[in-house]
């Protein structure tokens, strides 16, 4: 992955902004913590679960989604232009 600055961490909360260049993945990965992702961009990310499903996954800057932890996959960026997203992870 091209980039992982961490923004802000305290004993609640860890915010990492992500980046992902054309042909890059996060690599496989397990979610300790509940989640938020605000892309920073839009684009097309494909994310591959634990089982090896593929699925398409469209972002749109600004928008935003969340998920429980214990989520496995891994996510790719199969498009032509860089992906950013700020990744928000709640420790509490």
Excluded: W
């Excluded at 300790?32 to 972002?59: M, N, R």
């Excluded at 969340?66 to 232009?81: C, I, M, P, T, W």
């Amino acid at each position: 992955m091209s980039g992982a600055i961490l923004k802000v961490e305290t004993g609640r909360v860890r915010v990492t902004e992500r980046r992902l260049l054309p042909g890059e993945s996060t690599g496989h990965h397990i979610h300790e913590y509940d989640y938020v992702v605000v892309p920073l961009t839009g684009g097309e990310l494909t994310i591959v679960d634990a089982a090896g499903i593929s699925t398409k996954f469209p972002t749109e800057a600004g928008g935003a989604y969340a998920r429980e932890k214990g989520v496995e996959h891994d996510v790719f960026n199969l498009s032509d232009q860089e992906i950013r997203f700020t990744e928000i992870e709640l420790l509490d």
